[in-house]
Each structure stands twice: as C-alpha cells, then as structure tokens.
C-alpha cells in the first residue's frame, strides 16, 4: 500500500531542477527499490518525482582525460555488463552484482544507491577506494562533491533541497595501475545486505605497495576509508607481514558497533581477516605474485 | 507390487494451471464492493488496555466499522447475528469487560467429544490484554487500505504496561507476572510418557552422558501470506475463502469463537501458496467474520503483509533440552531421559501437543529398555508457536542426534555403528501408542547414503587437514509417523462420479497446499480404475458445503490416510461398474475384470464392454439408470512409521565462522513413492528449509522489549537459491501394508535430520559441537574463539 499523491516526470535535466526549485518537497525517485519500502504501507503523503524519463542520465562512458563518467540512472546490472567499468574497475562491476538479486539489478540504480546513504550500500566502498567524485546539479549549478564528504552519517547525504545527483566520476589517477579486489560478506549468497564490504585496491613497485586504498562498507555509521592502514602501506615490503599489519590497523578506522546482526567483536574480526583477503587478491590482480 | 500409474512419475495434476496462472487463489477472488480490513496490533509485550477511543478512527469518511474487544460478541451469540437490535443499554461490564467475551482455540486439531482432550482456549478475537507485541487489539473495516490504515493511526489506546517475559527463564521465574491468569507459573501444560525405570537403566549402564542442546525460534515463511474475505450470503451464513490447510476446522473454530451455530459458516479453501502448518491454524478468519457482521455482512477482505505474517501468525517452538543416557561399552543404548522446555509464546495453539508429538515420534526409532521424557510448555510474551513443517521433530532429532554423536566421540565409537546397534527392527510395538513396526528400511537409508556421500573414502582423506578451511562429514537419523492416530481421529473422505465418458471426477476432503497431494490421489483413482490420467478430474477446492469431510493437511496424513478413503471410494465405482458390467452382459460379476477402460473377460482377457458403454447405460437405460458415484470415509485407527538419514559433507571457514554444505543427501524410507518426481520435490524443500534451520535463520527479539528484530525477508535469513547446495534425493522403497499401495508418510520428515547431520559435519570438521540453532557466522566466531580457534 503506497500513498502516493502526485507524480512528475520530466525529459531533461533542465526541465528536473526548475521543477525541483518550484516544489522542493518532491521526493525523487530512481529505481525506487530504496524509496518505495520507504513508502510502503505509511500512511503519510508523498509526491514523487522520477527521472526515469532523463535517458542521459544512464550513460555509462570515458571522457577524453581518462575519466570514467557513470551517469547516476545506471542500473546496477548496466554498471555489471559495462565493458568499460570490467576493463577499468572491475571492483565496481564485482560490487554492481553482488547486490540484491536479478530483478532488483534491472530497476535499482547507482545514483539511487548512494544517495539512500547507507553505510551498507553495495557500491558504497568500492566508490571509496576509487575516490569517487559526485555531480550534483541545481537550478543555480553544479558543485562536484568527493564521496567521502557526501556520506554524513546514516541515511544522511550532503544533497540540499532542489539538488540532483547526476554523476559518478572517476579520475584516472584513481585507477590506473591499480589492481583491486571487492568482497561482500554477508549472511546470504544472494539478496542480501552487507555484514561488511570491503573493496581494496593497490598499486605495486616491484616488491613494494605504493599505495593501497581501502574502502568499508558496515564498518560504522558511513563507508569510510582506512587511512592509518593505508599510510603505513606505502612503501612496505609485500609480505604476509606487511598485509597482517595492514588488516590489523584497518581495524583503527572503524567505529563497529554490537547489533542483533553482528557484535562489534565479530565485525572488527571479519574487517581485519577480509581487509587481508582483499589485499591479497587485489595485489595479484596488480601484477604481483601471490602471497603463500 | 507392480502399478500402472502409481510409482510413475506423472504431471502435476495442476501444473499447467499454476504455471499460466490460471490457478485462481484467494487473492484472485473479487467480491464486489470489497471493503479492506487492517488490524491494529500491541506496540507492547505485555500490557493492559486502559482506555481506547475509536472515535475519530469511526468518524473517518470511508470508515464502517471499527471493532475492539468490546465489540465482540458476548457468550450468547444472539448478540452478534445480523438483525440483532442493541437496545443500547450496556451495564459496566459490558461496556468494559473481557470476562463475557468468548474464548475459543485455534489449533487445528479435529475437534474431540472429551473435553479433556480439547484444545485449550485461551484466545479472545480482539484482546484487552496484549501479550506479545503485535497481538490483536483493534481492527478497521474500510473502504480501501489506505483509509483502514489512517484510521488505525486514529485509534487512541492508552496501555498499562507490565514486565515482558522474553524467554522461558523468565516466565518460569518464581514470581513472574502470569500472562494467563488461569495459568500458574506460566505453565501452559506438563507431562510426557516413562517407559521403564530410567533410573535404574544408569545404574545398569557401564556409562552415562549428559548434554544441553537448544533450538531457535523460526517461521514457516510460505510464499503466500495469510489472506481470507468473507461476507454473509443470501441465506445468512457467513462465507469465508481462505488461504488454509483445514477448512473443516476453520469452520468449526470461527463458528465457535462467535458463538454461531457451526452450520452457519462455510469455508471455501481455492488453491493455496504453502502453509507448512502456519495454515493448520486459524489467525485471521474469526476476526474476518467479525468483521464482515460488523458490516452487515458486507465483503470484507483481509490481507497480511509479510512483516505481520512473520509475528502475528505462528512460529516453531524454540526447545532447550537436557539430556541423559546410559550406554554400555558396545554401544547399546540401555536409559534416555530427555527434559525438554518449549517455548509457546503468548497463545496455546497447537501448544504442548508439539512437545508431545517430539517425544512420541522419537520414540520409534531407537528402542531401550527405559525411556523418559519430561516435557513442559511454557507461555512466554513471544509471539505464538504453533504447528511447523516437522511438528517438534526438528527440535528434538537436533539434540538427540547431536547428544548421541558426542556420545560416539567420546566412546571413541563409528557414529553410524552405534546407531545401527541401536535402530528399531519390523514387529517392534511401541509400549506407548501400541503402534507397530510394520515396515522398517532405516538399516537401507543408511547404506544407500553412506555409499552416494562416499562416507570412508572421504572420512579417510580428511584426516590430516590443516588451514583455515576444514572439511567434515555428519549423519543423523530419524522416525516420524504418518498422520496422529492414536492421539487424534484420523477421519478422511473421497467421492468419485463416474462420467458419461468413462472419465472421473474426483472429490476429496484432503487439501492440496502446493505438496501434491491432488496428483496422487488421481494417480490411485486411476490405478484402481484403469484410466489415464487426463480421465481423472481432480476437484482442488474444497468448500466446507460440497467436499467430504477430511480433517485436513497436517501430520504428513494425507497420502497415508486419506489415501486409503480414496481407495476405497476407487474400489466401490470399480465394483459398481462391474456390477453393472454384469448385469449388461449375464456374465457373472467375478469373471469380470476392468483394464484400460475396457470389461474383459478374466480369464481370456477378451473385452465385453467398453467402460464407455457400461457409463452410458448407467445415465441413459430407460429401466436400469442409476449413476455410478461413491462417498467413502474412513476413520484410520492405525499408523505407519517413516524413517531416513541425512548425510552431508561441510566446509568451514575457521577465520570467518562460515559454513557452507558442499553435498547433502536425504534417503526416504517412506514405503512406496506413489509420485517419485514430485517426492524428491517435497524433499528438496523440506532440506532446505533444514539447512536454514541449520545454519541461518531464526526470529530474534529485543530481550527487554520483546519486539521482533527481524520479521522480513532481508533480514530473517532464509536461504535463497545460492545458498543450497545440489541436494541429494533417494528412496528405500519398502511396502509399507497397512497404508494404501504401500505407502507411508513423507511431506515433514525431509525437514528433520538436516540441522543434526550439519552439526554433526561441523563437529567432524573442526571438533567444535554447536548445541545451539542456528550455527549462524556470528555463534560459529563466537564457538571457535572460545576454544582458542580463532
């Protein structure tokens, strides 16, 4: 039971933020999967506003610098099948279908993902390994907003009324050379939210990690990034040593808290023997020799 | 024995009509002018209503009727039939007292002419005391959802709130607020059975174990949720379509929770979308009647969401067990004492009975000399347990099984040996129910199961493992019973019409809720009469006016039981068409045989008649025309006992707590397969929800409030497709002879031994014995960290 009020549609992008300007209370709505259990069975009235109609807002290319352009309306299983995304960062296409199950991948898309600002969302910590950078458009412009600045805190995301999300960017220097690896743990192999999501890219030198960028999902009140783990990273020997080191400090960054679905206990467990897993893989994936 | 068409694999009789949809399920039914009814449920565990106001819930436009406890017919039900004028005089208890409010049960049993055997009741439709937080407190009827579910916004209950008891502990704490008055110390009912003296059987034991073992709260989780609509008909009677295993039952409990006289209620049960005993229960039809004389007997539907089906419904019976057993050196089991608490939550239902059935179908499978079982059932302000897919069994195969493999550990013993030292033999007598063994291929299932999961090569090869990865084998075994005799009437009933054209149609009482059983009753009315399959008509609905009487689908009865009505109503058109045959031809009726339509001579096999001529003369023979139909029942006073094994091979993830089943097989003794495809379906479910059993799903509660956590499918963590391995289906076909074409009991037993047989593998694997459900990644962490694992 929905008790929808009012529906609008519009066929640009133009067209969307006038008329989010003139009514900022529309509640906007993407694929829905999020909005609408949101909805279901509450009494309240709530006009919606879809962008299904906005065609431009699903596509999926590689601007002239390198860039990697997602366009918000991209459905979950567009972002698994794009080539671009499994040639470039295959980290997102392994999050894209690790999500739901096949009929929630047709509808649901990235934008509607992120902008529902769960800490659990499944392309939330692969978007912060890569720094992903957020488009966001108004009647009165546009801003580009880095992901870790967008999660404020649960269900909470730095859109102001009359704000639209229409891209997910993300720079070349963000992803070539790397090589990641994204894990989803969870209760269930399918239709399931994360227990943790952890999404681990590095860059090698010869027996050395340049650099390695880990992105958590579930690991506290937003996804976030393990920074202290991975200062320490730079420049260490590739060693069994050096990644038990690593899943170790990952576990400094995180704010886990005892729930009925896990104990804070088991949750910092799990970041630190995944964090290791990751790496692990995605340091293979980086042209490195694997880790006996 | 050799059959035509029973043991082959036929066509689901409503296959085609299920996957084109035209199957036509309650929701699929449209009444015009349907109203919608809501309910409003407690935000409390435990309170009592001080005050309600409905008034600007009723003076919402689009509102008919608003019903609370108050509302709901007194004792004399005169009050609560249409025409009915309230003077509008009402004395203060009557304004405000639940005491002259009927109470009625809502198991579905069949009812019983011993009052001391009757369900107990305890239930009111509408509660001025909440006892679990979704209870029934108030309902609206609307004219569409969305003004019912305003309107339940509108409704001011002011409630005074008392100490939620959360767990057994704490309804069995001295002092503890009763949930029923009538109910000293929370104590729904105690007492089990003693076979021997147990005592005595230790001290006779060269040894003696103890274990503690628990099980979880789980829900049925059956893809159509509750839903029903009723209205009062032409004649005055109340209506009511109804997603349900036992319609006769509804009718009776809904006549009885208003006080109508039982004839004044039909029951229309249309295809149904799984129950696995949540629908041998009546939730929501009692209050739908209310609702519709609340109308004037307008239609009124009612349609549970998921989140209120997973609370307000029923659940299985969480049990903790303790466990003693004397054994000897050699493995014979000598003296079981088996204490058991079980959790009924806030309500009866089916109440202790599930208790009862778990120690009585243990009983079977491995006999000693003494044997001792103290249950009790205890109410709590959870939501209700009522009857579940297995009955108990789950529950106390998951610790005894357990119990016995720590036994085997500790003795050093070959699990499978001491279990074959101890399994029941043919010609065994139960002391208790007097049922007897009359078919017995456990011994088989074991064999059959041990060679298909490559028992001692595997065993043998898992010896030296090291890692974070570890591999193990478990087994578990387990009896049941087809149908309840001798604790309940085991009543069924068929008829057939013979058509013009030679083909049937067939009527039963026995409900078909997705399980098949439609399809194997056509599979015995066309063994027995010869025909195809296509000849038999197989009435799925059952209407409480038309349909025979048959208790209902529950107890894994129906095949067994309700078969044999079936068969007997086969044999008497047979023996009518034969007669007729006769009388057509003088030849006399015992040289007379009926095959493949035809009448043909016994002896020669030369044909006399075609069926289709000997059913035209019984329509049309201006002398001799008497249609050939019959209207069997038959009231079965004897049992049947099923077993089997699982085996499953594990693979667990020490660093994570994770385990994953890498192969599972079932092997069913359950006498003859009457449908060997649809069978290892209802196998393949009945693992499956095992393995979720196992490893993954429960209800959990806050522990002060005593809300549900988790009632939806995202977070109560049933399996989906990727989490069940390949699963693994084989029969030992004995012939079961008291059960029609040999059969026996299979749609529960293949949720039985799969929880057991994992944690068996698990303990196999890594040493660690889980004795708590589900072995979830969380407990798993938990265990293997204790032990110094992790």
């Given at each position: 039971?929905?008790?929808?009020?009012?529906?609008?549609?519009?066929?640009?992008?133009?067209?969307?933020?006038?008329?989010?300007?003139?009514?900022?209370?529309?509640?906007l709505?993407?694929?829905?999967?999020?909005v609408?259990?949101k909805?279901?069975?509450?009494?309240?009235?709530?006009?919606?506003?879809?962008?299904?109609?906005?065609?431009?807002?699903?596509?999926?290319?590689?601007?002239?610098?390198?860039?990697?352009?997602?366009?918000?309306?991209?459905?979950?299983?567009?972002?698994?099948?794009?080539?671009?995304?499994?040639?470039?960062?295959?980290i997102?296409?392994?999050?894209?279908?690790?999500?739901?199950?096949p009929?929630?991948?047709?509808?649901?898309?990235?934008?509607?993902?992120?902008?529902?600002?769960?800490?659990?969302?499944?392309?939330?910590?692969?978007?912060?390994?890569?720094?992903?950078?957020?488009?966001?458009?108004?009647?009165?412009?546009?801003?580009?907003v880095?992901?870790?600045?967008?999660?404020?805190?649960?269900?909470?995301?730095?859109?102001?009324?009359?704000?639209?999300?229409?891209?997910?960017?993300?720079?070349?220097?963000?992803?070539?050379?790397?090589?990641?690896?994204?894990?989803?743990?969870?209760?269930?192999?399918?239709?399931?939210?994360?227990?943790?999501?952890?999404?681990?890219?590095?860059?090698?030198?010869?027996?050395?990690?340049?650099?390695?960028?880990?992105?958590?999902?579930?690991a506290?009140?937003?996804?976030?990034?393990?920074?202290?783990?991975?200062?320490?990273?730079?420049?260490?020997?590739?060693?069994?040593?050096?990644?038990?080191?690593i899943?170790?400090?990952?576990?400094?960054?995180?704010?886990?808290?005892?729930?009925?679905?896990?104990s804070?206990?088991?949750?910092?467990?799990?970041?630190?023997?995944?964090?290791?897993?990751?790496?692990?893989?995605?340091?293979?994936?980086?042209?490195?020799?694997?880790?006996? | 024995?050799?059959?035509?068409?029973?043991?082959?694999?036929?066509n689901?009789?409503?296959?085609?009509?299920?996957?084109?949809?035209?199957?036509?399920?309650?929701?699929?039914?449209?009444?015009?002018?349907?109203?919608?009814?809501?309910?409003l449920?407690?935000?409390?565990?435990?309170?009592?209503?001080?005050?309600?106001?409905?008034?600007?819930?009723?003076?919402?436009?689009?509102?008919?009727?608003?019903l609370?406890?108050?509302?709901?017919?007194?004792?004399?039900?005169?009050?609560?039939?249409?025409?009915?004028?309230?003077?509008?005089?009402?004395?203060?208890?009557?304004?405000?007292?639940?005491?002259?409010?009927?109470?009625?049960?809502?198991?579905?049993?069949?009812?019983?002419?011993?009052?001391?055997?009757?369900?107990?009741?305890d239930?009111?439709?509408?509660?001025?005391?909440?006892?679990?937080?979704?209870?029934?407190?108030?309902?609206?009827?609307?004219?569409?959802?969305?003004?019912?579910?305003?309107?339940?916004?509108?409704?001011?209950?002011?409630?005074?709130?008392?100490?939620?008891?959360?767990?057994?502990?704490?309804?069995?704490?001295?002092?503890?607020?009763?949930?029923?008055?009538?109910?000293?110390?929370?104590?729904?009912?105690?007492?089990?059975?003693?076979?021997?003296d147990?005592?005595?059987?230790?001290?006779?034991?060269?040894?003696?174990?103890?274990?503690?073992?628990?099980?979880?709260?789980?829900?049925?989780?059956?893809?159509?949720?509750?839903?029903?609509?009723?209205?009062?008909?032409?004649?005055?009677?109340i209506?009511?379509?109804?997603?349900?295993?036992i319609?006769?039952?509804?009718?009776?409990?809904?006549?009885?929770?208003?006080?109508?006289?039982?004839?004044?209620?039909?029951?229309?049960?249309?295809?149904?979308?799984?129950?696995?005993?949540?629908?041998?229960?009546?939730?929501?039809?009692?209050?739908?009647?209310?609702?519709?004389?609340?109308?004037?007997?307008?239609?009124?539907?009612?349609?549970?969401?998921?989140?209120?089906?997973?609370?307000?419904?029923?659940?299985?019976?969480?049990?903790?067990?303790?466990?003693?057993?004397?054994?000897?050196?050699?493995?014979?089991?000598?003296?079981?004492?088996?204490?058991?608490?079980?959790?009924?939550?806030?309500?009866?239902?089916?109440?202790?009975?599930?208790?009862?059935?778990?120690?009585?179908?243990?009983?079977?499978?491995?006999?000693?000399?003494a044997?001792?079982?103290?249950?009790?059932?205890?109410?709590?302000?959870?939501?209700?347990?009522?009857?579940?897919?297995?009955?108990?069994c789950?529950?106390?195969?998951?610790?005894?099984?357990?119990?016995l493999?720590?036994?085997?550990?500790?003795?050093?013993?070959?699990p499978?040996?001491?279990?074959?030292?101890?399994?029941?033999?043919?010609?065994?007598?139960?002391?208790?129910?007097?049922?007897?063994?009359?078919?017995?291929?456990?011994?088989?299932?074991?064999?059959?199961?041990?060679?298909?999961?490559?028992?001692?090569?595997?065993?043998?090869?898992?010896?030296?493992?090291?890692?974070?990865?570890?591999?193990?084998?478990?087994?578990?075994?387990?009896?049941?019973?087809?149908?309840?005799?001798?604790?309940?009437?085991?009543?069924?009933?068929?008829?057939?019409?013979?058509?013009?054209?030679?083909?049937?149609?067939?009527?039963?009482?026995?409900?078909?809720?997705?399980?098949?059983?439609?399809?194997?009753?056509?599979?015995?009315?066309?063994?027995?009469?010869?025909?195809?399959?296509?000849?038999?008509?197989?009435?799925?609905?059952?209407?409480?006016?038309?349909?025979?009487?048959?208790?209902?689908?529950?107890?894994?009865?129906?095949?067994?039981?309700?078969?044999?009505?079936?068969?007997?109503?086969a044999?008497?058109?047979?023996?009518?068409?034969?007669?007729?045959a006769?009388?057509?031809?003088?030849?006399?009726?015992?040289?007379?045989?009926l095959?493949?339509?035809?009448?043909?001579?016994?002896?020669?096999?030369?044909?006399?008649?075609?069926?289709?001529?000997?059913?035209?003369?019984s329509?049309?023979?201006?002398?001799?025309?008497?249609?050939?139909?019959?209207?069997?029942?038959?009231?079965?006073?004897?049992?049947?006992?099923?077993?089997?094994v699982?085996?499953?091979?594990?693979e667990?993830?020490?660093?994570?707590?994770?385990?994953?089943?890498?192969?599972?097989?079932?092997?069913?003794?359950?006498?003859?397969?009457?449908?060997?495809?649809?069978?290892?379906?209802?196998?393949?479910?009945?693992?499956?929800?095992?393995?979720?059993?196992?490893?993954?799903?429960?209800?959990?509660?806050?522990?002060?409030?005593?809300?549900?956590?988790?009632?939806?499918?995202?977070?109560?963590?049933?399996?989906?497709?990727?989490?069940?391995?390949?699963?693994g289906?084989?029969?030992?076909?004995?012939?079961?002879?008291?059960?029609?074409?040999?059969?026996?009991?299979l749609?529960?037993?293949?949720?039985?031994?799969?929880?057991?047989?994992?944690?068996?593998?698990?303990?196999?694997?890594?040493?660690?014995?889980?004795?708590?459900?589900?072995?979830?990644?969380?407990?798993?962490?938990?265990?293997?960290?204790?032990?110094?694992?992790?």
């Amino acid at each position: 039971m929905y008790n929808i009020t009012g529906y609008y549609e519009a066929d640009t992008l133009a067209e969307a933020t006038a008329l989010l300007a003139e009514k900022p209370k529309l509640e906007l709505i993407a694929g829905g999967t999020d909005v609408l259990i949101k909805m279901h069975g509450k009494a309240e009235d709530t006009e919606l506003f879809s962008l299904r109609k906005i065609k431009s807002l699903e596509i999926i290319r590689k601007a002239e610098d390198g860039t990697i352009v997602i366009g918000a309306m991209a459905t979950f299983a567009r972002v698994f099948k794009d080539p671009i995304i499994r040639e470039m960062i295959p980290i997102l296409t392994e999050a894209a279908i690790s999500m739901g199950g096949p009929q929630i991948r047709n509808i649901a898309t990235i934008g509607g993902n992120v902008c529902s600002g769960a800490t659990s969302g499944d392309s939330a910590s692969s978007l912060f390994a890569l720094n992903a950078r957020l488009k966001i458009l108004n009647s009165l412009g546009e801003r580009l907003v880095p992901i870790q600045e967008f999660y404020l805190g649960p269900g909470k995301v730095a859109l102001k009324p009359g704000d639209i999300l229409t891209e997910i960017r993300i720079s070349p220097e963000d992803y070539q050379g790397f090589g990641g690896h994204y894990i989803k743990f969870a209760m269930r192999e399918a239709m399931d939210i994360a227990t943790l999501g952890v999404a681990v890219t590095c860059k090698l030198q010869g027996n050395i990690f340049d650099e390695i960028r880990i992105g958590l999902g579930v690991a506290g009140p937003t996804p976030l990034r393990c920074l202290e783990a991975e200062e320490f990273a730079k420049g260490k020997d590739i060693s069994v040593e050096t990644v038990a080191e690593i899943g170790k400090l990952a576990v400094r960054s995180t704010k886990a808290r005892t729930s009925w679905r896990a104990s804070k206990e088991y949750r910092e467990h799990l970041v630190e023997e995944l964090v290791q897993r990751g790496l692990k893989i995605a340091l293979v994936n980086a042209g490195g020799a694997e880790l006996v | 024995m050799a059959y035509t068409v029973v043991g082959k694999s036929v066509n689901k009789v409503d296959a085609i009509a299920k996957v084109t949809g035209k199957a036509k399920y309650t929701d699929d039914f449209h009444e015009r002018d349907m109203l919608v009814g809501k309910i409003l449920h407690s935000p409390h565990a435990h309170a009592i209503i001080k005050s309600i106001d409905v008034s600007l819930a009723r003076a919402l436009p689009g509102v008919e009727a608003v019903l609370t406890y108050k509302d709901l017919p007194r004792i004399n039900y005169a009050t609560s039939l249409p025409g009915y004028v309230d003077d509008g005089t009402e004395t203060e208890c009557e304004a405000e007292c639940e005491s002259d409010r009927i109470k009625f049960s809502t198991a579905g049993h069949p009812y019983s002419l011993d009052p001391g055997h009757r369900d107990v009741e305890d239930r009111h439709i509408l509660t001025k005391k909440a006892r679990f937080v979704g209870d029934d407190i108030a309902a609206v009827v609307a004219t569409d959802e969305l003004i019912a579910e305003k309107a339940l916004q509108l409704i001011k209950v002011e409630y005074e709130v008392l100490e939620a008891l959360t767990s057994t502990d704490a309804a069995l704490k001295e002092g503890a607020p009763l949930i029923h008055e009538e109910h000293e110390g929370n104590i729904l009912a105690s007492g089990g059975f003693a076979i021997g003296d147990v005592e005595e059987a230790f001290k006779e034991s060269d040894y003696v174990f103890e274990g503690e073992y628990e099980t979880s709260i789980v829900q049925h989780c059956h893809m159509e949720n509750q839903t029903s609509y009723a209205y009062i008909d032409s004649d005055g009677r109340i209506v009511i379509v109804t997603s349900t295993q036992i319609p006769q039952i509804v009718r009776r409990v809904v006549a009885q929770s208003l006080g109508l006289p039982w004839g004044r209620v039909r029951v229309i049960k249309p295809f149904v979308g799984g129950g696995f005993g949540n629908k041998q229960d009546v939730c929501i039809e009692p209050l739908n009647a209310a609702m519709t004389i609340a109308v004037g007997g307008r239609p009124v539907k009612i349609e549970l969401s998921r989140e209120e089906s997973m609370v307000d419904t029923r659940t299985r019976h969480a049990f903790k067990f303790k466990i003693k057993t004397g054994i000897n050196q050699d493995g014979k089991l000598i003296g079981i004492h088996i204490s058991a608490v079980s959790n009924t939550g806030a309500y009866a239902s089916h109440g202790h009975s599930i208790a009862g059935s778990a120690g009585g179908k243990f009983r079977y499978l491995y006999p000693t000399k003494a044997l001792k079982y103290d249950p009790i059932t205890v109410y709590t302000n959870l939501p209700v347990a009522g009857a579940m897919r297995g009955y108990g069994c789950p529950q106390i195969f998951y610790a005894f099984e357990s119990h016995l493999e720590d036994i085997a550990k500790r003795l050093n013993m070959d699990p499978i040996e001491i279990r074959r030292k101890n399994l029941v033999e043919v010609g065994y007598v139960d002391p208790v129910s007097k049922n007897k063994i009359t078919s017995c291929g456990i011994r088989e299932c074991i064999d059959k199961g041990k060679a298909l999961i490559k028992w001692d090569e595997k065993k043998a090869s898992y010896k030296e493992q090291r890692g974070n990865k570890l591999r193990g084998l478990g087994m578990a075994c387990f009896s049941y019973a087809s149908g309840t005799y001798p604790v309940a009437l085991e009543l069924a009933g068929a008829r057939i019409v013979l058509n013009q054209d030679g083909s049937v149609q067939l009527q039963i009482g026995a409900t078909d809720t997705g399980q098949g059983s439609d399809t194997v009753f056509g599979q015995m009315v066309a063994e027995v009469l010869g025909l195809p399959m296509e000849m038999v008509h197989v009435i799925s609905t059952q209407d409480t006016d038309i349909s025979p009487f048959d208790t209902g689908c529950y107890a894994s009865r129906q095949t067994y039981v309700s078969g044999m009505a079936v068969e007997k109503a086969a044999l008497e058109v047979k023996g009518k068409i034969l007669e007729f045959a006769a009388r057509m031809t003088d030849i006399p009726v015992d040289k007379l045989e009926l095959v493949e339509q035809r009448i043909i001579y016994k002896h020669s096999g030369e044909s006399v008649l075609t069926l289709e001529q000997v059913a035209m003369q019984s329509y049309y023979d201006r002398v001799h025309a008497k249609p050939i139909t019959s209207d069997s029942s038959n009231n079965a006073r004897i049992n049947a006992i099923p077993f089997g094994v699982t085996f499953t091979e594990v693979e667990v993830d020490i660093k994570t707590g994770k385990i994953e089943v890498l192969e599972i097989y079932n092997v069913h003794d359950s006498g003859t397969i009457v449908n060997p495809l649809m069978a290892e379906g209802q196998v393949h479910g009945g693992v499956s929800m095992g393995i979720g059993y196992a490893l993954s799903e429960q209800l959990t509660f806050d522990a002060v409030t005593g809300k549900a956590q988790n009632n939806n499918l995202l977070d109560y963590k049933l399996p989906t497709i990727m989490d069940t391995p390949d699963i693994g289906v084989a029969f030992v076909e004995t012939y079961e002879p008291t059960g029609p074409f040999g059969v026996k009991s299979l749609g529960e037993p293949p949720t039985i031994t799969p929880a057991p047989a994992i944690r068996n593998a698990v303990l196999d694997a890594t040493g660690v014995a889980f004795n708590r459900l589900p072995m979830n990644p969380q407990r798993v962490f938990e265990g293997f960290k204790k032990v110094g694992l992790i």
